[in-house]
């Protein structure tokens, strides 16, 4: 059911948005979800943006007229992130897919932020780049705004550290509607409240962003992966710990307890030990 002022807003959004704004009833289930259990909300509206212009309008009506407004991504979330709390609108930012600049000299790429992590990542292989916080098992899913939102990380954040450790700059849109762009790409810089670390994690609670600076890793030359079973979980740990600090490049750790490792068994059949393991990946020369 759509209210009287979803009505008013939805004139003008449709008018600024033409084609691109739905109140079909599968928009709106899509819209209602993440991959988490947690019951939808459906909101009255779903619109989906190409541009910041476009998405500052889209703020500025639902500022001018108090209606909710809920950022979304892929919707792959696991904690109902993209959910919308009290309906309104869904805005979402997953044909915002566009590749700004690569700038291999500089390792960094301007992104829009619909632009999928494993599309990324394919793109920048050609210049022996990658963008490493990787969210496992939902690469091929998960947006860079979505990243950005949620501060994501993931296996490889042992050695590279979590997405907010590689976002340079973003332009953003403020509650208001307003165009806002934070940090810049030098990594030398210390002047001012850190908003950009502030936006970064903050679940489109603060802003909208429309455009991403992230900072690059070269692929490495080398990639070894293997497993070690130990007789107890502080022994793993134990052993993690002499890993790093003993300076092998280890990318990734992965710890399995004999639990999960039975269950595994049962359910895949794979014929693990089942002893407390770690699963290591090195990245090197
Ligand atoms: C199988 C599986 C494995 C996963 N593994 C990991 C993992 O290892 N590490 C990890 O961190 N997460 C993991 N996740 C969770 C999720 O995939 C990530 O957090 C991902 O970054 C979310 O991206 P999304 O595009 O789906 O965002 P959404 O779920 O759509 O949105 C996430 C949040 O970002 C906000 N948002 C979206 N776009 C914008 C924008 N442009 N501006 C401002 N706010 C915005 C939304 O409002 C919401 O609060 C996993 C999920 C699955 C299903």
């Not at 739905?22 to 909101?43: E, N």
């Amino acid at each position: 059911m759509v209210s009287g002022l979803a009505t008013a807003v939805l004139g003008r959004l449709e008018e600024r948005l033409p084609g691109r704004c739905s109140t079909r009833s599968a928009d709106l289930d899509a819209a209602s979800r993440d991959a988490s259990s947690i019951p939808g909300v459906r909101p009255e509206a779903v619109v989906w943006p190409l541009t910041t212009d476009e998405v500052a309008t889209v703020v500025g009506l639902a500022h001018e007229h108090s209606f909710p407004l809920t950022a979304r991504g892929a919707g792959s979330s696991l904690e109902g992130n993209p959910i919308p709390v009290r309906g309104g609108i869904v805005l979402d930012c997953s044909r915002m897919t566009e590749v700004v600049a690569v700038r291999p000299a500089d390792l960094q790429v301007d992104v829009q932020p619909g632009i999928v992590y494993g599309a990324l990542n394919r793109r920048l292989r050609a210049h022996g780049l990658f963008f490493p916080p990787s969210p496992g098992g939902s690469a091929e899913l998960a947006t860079i705004g979505g990243m950005v939102a949620n501060n994501a990380s993931g296996i490889y954040s042992v050695r590279y550290g979590a997405t907010r450790d590689h976002v340079r700059a973003v332009t953003a849109v403020t509650g208001t509607g307003r165009i806002v762009r934070l940090g810049n790409r030098c990594r030398k810089s210390s002047s001012g409240y850190h908003l950009l670390g502030l936006v970064v994690g903050s679940e489109g609670t603060l802003a909208i962003v429309t455009k991403v600076t992230l900072a690059l890793a070269g692929l490495p030359a080398a990639r070894r992966q293997g497993g070690f079973g130990f007789a107890g979980a502080e022994a793993a740990a134990g052993a993690t710990a002499d890993l790093i600090r003993f300076g092998v490049e280890v990318a990734a750790v992965e710890f399995l307890d004999a639990r999960t490792l039975r269950a595994l068994n049962r359910f895949g059949g794979f014929g693990l030990a089942e002893t407390p393991c770690l699963l290591v990946e090195a990245h090197g020369s």
